[in-house]
């Protein structure tokens, strides 16, 4: 009984291991993006994003107060305070280590006292309280710079996602960028689909000459390198006045993507039951009503799964936007560029990246979970009885 089909327990565990592995590999990228888009920079520098909900140990640079401060207690002047009086909320709770260089910023421990200039002397307590010492008058507009290291407590900000999206800057913000982004995919995805279902329906059921040698170059198609086309196909847009704005993208992705579409339509629509048009036919419909009301419906979850993967291509694309939107002034970037723009003047921003690919990314999540039940549908089911 173990060797008939569907009752192999080995295989079957195996299998659903292997699912859960691929699932978890892409979930955890995934998850720490969000996670890390609620983070400072600060907390990122220092910590994985599984940190985030513990105590981490983070190194700033603090300065004691300024010497206009000082008081002359007996023979010494001093300097009094706590070193974390002015960082905000991301004050240490307990100080670990401490340093008077950048070259060893533990040098020394809580309660140690460091030999500074002119004969300056300095003592941080773990609580962050300090004071300062000097036989002759301290001078200068700023106090000592010191770094501390320390338990700083977790912290979750919705800043970034404030920034990214409702800032309003153009160096910042992702506002812009994602309308952009839905003027070029939606399109992108409906004109390929529209023209890849009328032309799939024709090579599948309609006899003329030459059907077979147009399905033999659509083969074709599909193993032209997109990058092979982009130049004569610039040149071809600049010269007819379309290559600087959504027309010449939008006509460039219905271009890029048409062979698959037509392909894949053209091979699920062949496959439908013959009876069902041929008993349309016989009843007098013509071939734009077996079109809409016969094809189109039982094709829905076709077109949907090759919609989810368009829009998917369309939205995640960089290179072909880059090279079809030609806009100097950045008034229709879309979110992939944006993206690339904050890594090359927010480069050390991370927490600002980090907000804005999880952004980009949301889109196509939401698109695949809710598109998904019709990729798994029952293709025919209640069509024929």
Do not use: C
Request: aromatic share 12%.
């Amino acid at each position: 009984m173990n060797n008939i089909a569907g009752n192999k327990p080995a295989l079957v565990w195996a299998t659903h291991i292997s699912v859960a592995f691929l699932v978890l590999l892409w979930l955890l990228p995934t998850l720490g993006l969000f996670v890390s888009s609620f983070r400072t920079a600060d907390q990122i520098a220092s910590s994985g994003w599984w940190r985030a909900l513990f105590a981490t140990e983070q190194t700033l640079t603090l300065r004691t107060a300024a010497p206009e401060t000082q008081a002359l207690e007996g023979d010494l002047y001093v300097i009094e305070g706590n070193i974390f009086a002015d960082t905000g909320e991301e004050a240490p709770t307990e100080l670990t280590a401490w340093g008077t260089s950048s070259r060893d910023v533990s040098a020394y421990e809580p309660g140690e006292t460091a030999e500074l200039r002119d004969g300056e002397r300095l003592t941080i307590e773990a609580d962050g309280s300090y004071r300062v010492e000097s036989p002759v008058e301290m001078e200068g507009s700023r106090g000592q710079r010191v770094f501390i290291t320390g338990l700083v407590p977790p912290r979750l900000t919705f800043e970034n996602y404030q920034r990214v999206l409702f800032s309003g800057s153009t160096t910042d913000g992702m506002q812009k960028a994602f309308f952009n982004t839905l003027t070029v995919t939606i399109p992108a995805t409906v004109i390929p689909i529209l023209v890849a279902a009328f032309a799939a329906y024709a090579l599948a059921w309609m006899d003329f000459k030459g059907r077979a040698l147009l399905i033999a170059m659509i083969v074709a198609l599909l193993v032209v390198p997109l990058q092979l086309a982009l130049i004569p196909l610039l040149k071809l847009h600049l010269n007819i006045g379309i290559g600087k704005g959504y027309m010449g993208v939008w006509l460039a992705h219905t271009g890029f993507g048409l062979p698959m579409a037509v392909y894949l339509l053209r091979n699920y629509i062949a496959g439908l039951p013959r009876d069902i048009i041929e008993n349309a036919r016989v009843d007098g419909a013509t071939e734009f009503q077996i079109f809409t009301r016969i094809i189109l419906p039982l094709s829905f979850p076709a077109l949907a799964s090759f919609a989810i993967f368009q829009f998917l291509w369309t939205w995640n694309d960089l290179l072909v936007a880059k090279v079809f939107l030609i806009d100097a002034s950045g008034q229709t970037t879309v979110m992939t560029a944006q993206i690339v723009e904050l890594m090359g003047t927010r480069g050390g921003d991370w927490e600002i990246l980090a907000t804005a690919a999880f952004v980009s990314i949301a889109v196509p999540l939401f698109v695949f979970f809710f598109m998904q039940k019709y990729l798994v549908r029952g293709l025919l089911a209640g069509s024929v009885k």
